[in-house]
């Protein structure tokens, strides 16, 4: 190829791409290129397109190369790029393909970010997903089987187990360390009035008990006896009687 055709190209690219070309030799371009679309959520990206063109340009493909200006690109997106751009350098070999190679690589730069446009997305619905699930699963609780049953039902038992011998302890309160003994031993539980009785009957037992021996005296009965003797006394009086006659 002559260095005419090839400057004629470079003119028809320099009037497309004003700002964007820079001619770094005779045989050597380089052309910042973005997506159509950028995409509204990402990074901007923007890649560096180098070409070199061999003396048989344009019957063999140009050297490619790529360099992010801004932005990243993967190692394999950066392979697929390069591999569509030489696909379609293939179907105009014998015509200057420059200008298609760099279209063609603005719309693999576009699918590029709507790809990770939806995968953006998608990791957002999928987090937002697995939230909802968490809180549905915090508040519907945890399903029960046999073994989480039973170990809740062991847990529950030991738990009331420890309540009773509380309340039990709390009620126990006025009572003998042997009348406290006493109860357990029975594995009996008294009522509150049951043990409101005991304890008064405790309270009034020194008053009611009395020494081994001692005589029991009904005061009432010494009354009533009193009572009956004076009654004795007057009918007897009544019944004596004195006479004046001889």
């Known amino acids: 190829m002559s260095s005419d055709v090839l400057l004629e190209e470079f003119e028809v690219l320099e009037s497309i791409y004003p700002t964007e070309l820079s001619k770094l030799s005779d045989k050597e371009i380089r052309i910042e290129v973005e997506p159509e679309e950028p995409a509204e959520h990402l990074d901007p990206l923007l890649l560096a397109l180098n070409v070199v063109y061999p003396d048989e340009y344009p019957d063999v493909l140009p050297e490619l190369s790529l360099e992010a200006v801004e932005g990243e690109v993967t190692d394999e997106e950066e392979a697929n790029l390069l591999d569509g751009m030489r696909t379609v350098g ?36 999928e987090k937002e997903r697995l939230l909802i699930e968490a809180e549905e699963a915090r508040t519907r609780g945890t399903p029960v089987t046999l073994s989480s049953f039973n170990a809740w039902k062991a847990k529950f038992d030991k738990e009331l187990a420890q309540k009773r011998e509380r309340e039990e302890d709390e009620k126990l309160k006025g009572s003998t360390a042997k009348e406290r003994e006493e109860v357990k031993k029975l594995g009996t539980r008294l009522t509150g009035r049951q043990l409101f009785e005991r304890n008064k009957d405790l309270a009034t037992s020194d008053d009611s008990l009395m020494e081994e021996g001692t005589v029991s005296v009904d005061v009432s009965q010494y009354e009533r006896e009193g009572v009956d003797e004076g009654e004795e006394d007057d009918d007897e009086e009544e019944g004596v009687t004195f006479s004046d006659s001889d």
């Open 90 to 125: 293939e179907e105009n070999i014998g015509m200057a393909m420059t200008f298609t190679l760099v279209s063609h690589l603005r719309e693999q730069l576009s699918d590029l970010v709507r790809k990770r446009e939806e995968q953006r997305e998608h990791e957002e619905s």
